[in-house]
């Protein structure tokens, strides 16, 4: 059974810069893996914010962004801002049509 | 813009059926292939089922293999999930979402399902 690791947790003063990562259970990440980034607040449906590594979506503030980062998949989120206090998810293509969702890193701005 | 609508979560009994649907408008529905992602109370996300543009090809997460069928009626832009045999760990609020490339991009509001007696 693949698991895509995350944070559980990470603390962020306003301003400043943060970096989530998102593994492998076993083996590493690649740009192979299409790794993309959502965001999402308690109640409220997800919103995408990266995919294919480093394509951010439409709309999405230049504040963030992806990258791999030694053997993991990489969001930065630089200058943070109070409305970025929420949950993070990232997400790994398989292949053959199978897409695997991290375990999700709660981001707190403070 | 784009604009997803999912209908049809409610209250089941275990064992039991129910068929979701996802209205899309605003878009090329038949162009594009097409995720359902459902999240637990007060839990993580996870990856359901996905169906491409023509429905020639369908994928699904073995936690629902043999349970869900995922299916698109690209003359009425709309976007199926068939769930049988319901249990306690299928209780969740289910999103469509818009494929693009290899990831979710646009997003439904989601509808809850609970499986309870």
């Given at each position: 059974?693949?698991?895509?690791?995350?944070?559980?947790?990470?603390?962020?003063?306003?301003?400043?810069?943060?970096?989530?990562?998102?593994?492998?259970?076993?083996?590493?990440?690649?740009?192979?893996?299409?790794?993309?980034?959502?965001?999402?607040?308690?109640?409220?449906?997800?919103?995408?914010?990266?995919?294919?590594?480093?394509?951010?979506?439409?709309?999405?503030?230049?504040?963030?962004?992806?990258?791999?980062?030694?053997?993991?998949?990489?969001?930065?989120?630089?200058?943070?801002?109070?409305?970025?206090?929420?949950?993070?998810?990232?997400?790994?293509?398989?292949?053959?049509?199978?897409?695997?969702?991290?375990?999700?890193?709660?981001?707190?701005?403070? | 813009?784009?604009?997803?609508?999912?209908?049809?979560?409610?209250?089941?009994?275990?064992?039991?059926?129910?068929?979701?649907?996802?209205?899309a408008s605003?878009f090329t529905f038949s162009s594009t292939?097409m995720?359902?992602?459902?999240?637990?109370?007060?839990?993580?996300?996870?990856?359901?089922?996905?169906?491409?543009h023509?429905?020639?090809?369908?994928?699904?997460?073995?936690?629902?293999?043999?349970?869900?069928?995922?299916?698109r009626?690209n003359?009425?832009n709309t976007l199926?999930?068939?769930?049988?045999?319901?249990?306690?760990?299928?209780?969740?609020?289910?999103?469509?979402?818009?494929?693009?490339?290899?990831?979710?991009?646009?997003?439904?509001?989601?509808?809850?399902?609970?499986?309870?007696?």
């Open positions: 059974q693949t698991v895509v690791t995350q944070e559980p947790s990470f603390s962020v003063s306003p301003g400043g810069t943060v970096t989530l990562t998102c593994g492998l259970s076993s083996g590493s990440v690649s740009t192979s893996y299409y790794p993309s980034w959502y965001q999402q607040t308690p109640g409220q449906a997800p919103r995408t914010l990266i995919y294919s590594t480093k394509t951010r979506s439409s709309g999405v503030p230049d504040r963030f962004s992806g990258s791999i980062l030694g053997n993991k998949a990489a969001l930065t989120i630089t200058g943070a801002q109070a409305e970025d206090e929420c949950d993070y998810y990232c997400v790994l293509y398989m292949g053959s049509g199978i897409y695997v969702f991290g375990t999700g890193t709660k981001v707190t701005v403070l | 813009q784009v604009q997803l609508v999912e209908s049809g979560g409610g209250v089941v009994q275990p064992g039991g059926s129910l068929r979701l649907s996802c209205a605003g292939t995720h359902w992602v459902r999240q637990t109370p007060g839990k993580g996300l996870e990856w359901v089922a996905l169906m491409s023509d429905g020639s090809n369908k994928y699904d997460a073995d936690s629902v293999k043999g349970r869900f069928t995922i299916s009626d003359s009425k199926y999930l068939q769930m049988n045999s319901l249990g306690a760990e299928d209780t969740a609020v289910y999103y469509c979402a818009t494929g693009v490339e290899t990831a979710m991009v646009d997003w439904g509001q989601g509808t809850l399902v609970t499986v309870s007696s």
